[in-house]
């Protein structure tokens, strides 16, 4: 054995295990907002049971309120907790990477994990990048290739990518997308959505099943950027058509805080008797909600994702998608933010029963309930490789600390 891989030897028996001590490896997850900490809990609960890992949960404000309920509900109280500064994004994330730097160079971190597309997700991984600590991207590979559709998610998700180790796609088709763009092989990992293992866990913990008779109500929720203005009033429209044209059918609208969702749905939907809105729903009481329903309405990733778990067809209010397994499933219909394309579409599957059941069983193609196993498996191994390598080593040591 050469001298360099007596070296690598010697730091993997020490950051392992010692006769029979474990030397606990010190991984950082950031989150900020409702999506990431629903997708991050089960990596975080796996982590935690892992006899390597000393994992640390870093908020950092991003969504208040919202982001609190589904920390509450995954049994989850952050180590950390950042200030936001500012009421823009542009605020927030000059805040966010100051107080993350501190963060980073506190500690020996041995990775950092982020999920999604936020603006939290890209300044945990530009921090660490800075920091030359490896990142892991849960749910990495979904793509538009439109900058503008959504927005800025979509170049904030590629520019993610550029700086990530670990790439976690929850689909082939992110996997194709992240190979066609130059990322190695060796550092993908196909893992299936961990939305699903959250699913899961929430129906085991805290008793989620379908509870309505009948039918069941149509659940609507917008909220993205580039449908502010008037494709929300559009949106707004449509359901107050339905309604209308349906007095049977119950419709269930929880409306997001934003002033710019707020102020058309409030204004065109307020007095229509069988629409309620209601605040923001906590994760638990949105799983119960997508359990009860015909039908959703959405511009929501999540939303697309997790409703096929239910047996619940989706209708997506958008011009594009970076989930298009669900349509290609059939379990969902990208239909645009119109008037006329929403109340037609409803129409038709109201009246069409062997369509609608056709999209009902159309099953979940996001993954099996395993992916936060596969990716605390994956990370397990992938640490020791990179620890192991003498490359990894003599780059590491010729390279100076900070640019």
């Known amino acids: 054995m050469c001298a360099s891989e007596q070296i690598a030897q010697s730091?993997?028996?020490k950051l392992w295990v010692l006769n029979g001590e474990t030397d606990m490896q010190k991984i950082l997850i950031v989150s900020g907002t409702r999506p990431e900490i629903i997708k991050l809990a089960p990596v975080y609960h796996a982590l935690?049971?892992?006899?390597w890992a000393d994992v640390t949960w870093l908020h950092t404000g991003q969504h208040d309120e919202m982001a609190q309920q589904i920390l509450s509900c995954f049994d989850i109280a952050p180590d950390i907790t950042l200030t936001r500064l500012g009421a823009s994004l542009l605020d927030f994330g000059t805040g966010c990477r100051l107080q993350l730097?501190?963060?980073m160079a506190q500690q020996d971190w041995a990775l950092v994990i982020v999920q999604?597309?936020?603006?939290s997700a890209f300044q945990g991984s530009l921090a660490a990048f800075y920091n030359r600590i490896p990142v892991a991207h849960v749910e990495a590979g979904l793509r538009t290739y439109n900058l503008n559709r959504p927005f800025p998610e979509e170049g904030l998700r590629q520019m993610i990518s550029r700086l990530t180790r670990f790439h976690f796609p929850p689909t082939q088709r992110a996997r194709a997308a992240l190979e066609a763009e130059g990322i190695a092989d060796s550092?993908?990992?196909?893992?299936g959505n961990t939305v699903i293992d959250a699913q899961q866990w929430t129906c085991a913990n805290r008793g989620v099943k379908r509870r309505s008779k009948g039918r069941g109500h149509l659940l609507v929720t917008a909220h993205r950027r580039e449908n502010w203005g008037h494709d929300m009033a559009e949106i707004c429209h449509a359901i107050a058509d339905i309604a209308v044209q349906q007095?049977?059918?119950?419709?269930?609208f929880?409306?997001?805080?934003?002033p710019m969702v707020q102020g058309p749905v409030t204004s065109i939907l307020n007095n229509i008797p069988n629409v309620t809105l209601t605040d923001p729903l906590g994760y638990t009481e949105m799983q119960q909600a997508l359990a009860d329903a015909w039908?959703?309405?959405?511009?929501?990733?999540?939303?697309?994702?997790?409703?096929?778990?239910?047996?619940?067809?989706?209708?997506?209010?958008?011009?594009?998608?970076?989930?298009?397994e669900a349509v290609d499933a059939g379990c969902a219909i990208l239909i645009g933010p119109t008037r006329k394309s929403i109340v037609s579409e409803v129409a038709r599957l109201t009246s069409d029963l062997d369509a609608f059941k056709k999209m009902a069983l159309a099953g979940n193609p996001f993954g099996d309930g395993t992916a936060s196993e596969q990716i605390v498996h994956a990370l397990a191994q992938g640490l020791t490789h990179e620890l192991a390598s003498p490359s990894q080593l003599r780059t590491a040591a010729v390279q100076p600390a900070s640019a």
């Open 116 to 119: 999604g597309d936020t603006e």
């Open 295 to 324: 039908l959703v309405l959405t511009d929501s990733g999540g939303l697309q994702e997790e409703a096929p778990t239910f047996g619940v067809p989706v209708l997506v209010l958008r011009e594009e998608t970076e989930r298009p």
């Open 101 to 103: 730097d501190n963060v």
């Open 11 to 13: 730091v993997v028996t």
């Open 247 to 252: 007095p049977d059918l119950p419709i269930l």
């Open 187 to 191: 550092q993908i990992y196909l893992t």
């Open 254 to 258: 929880p409306v997001h805080l934003n």
């Open 48 to 51: 935690r049971a892992a006899t």
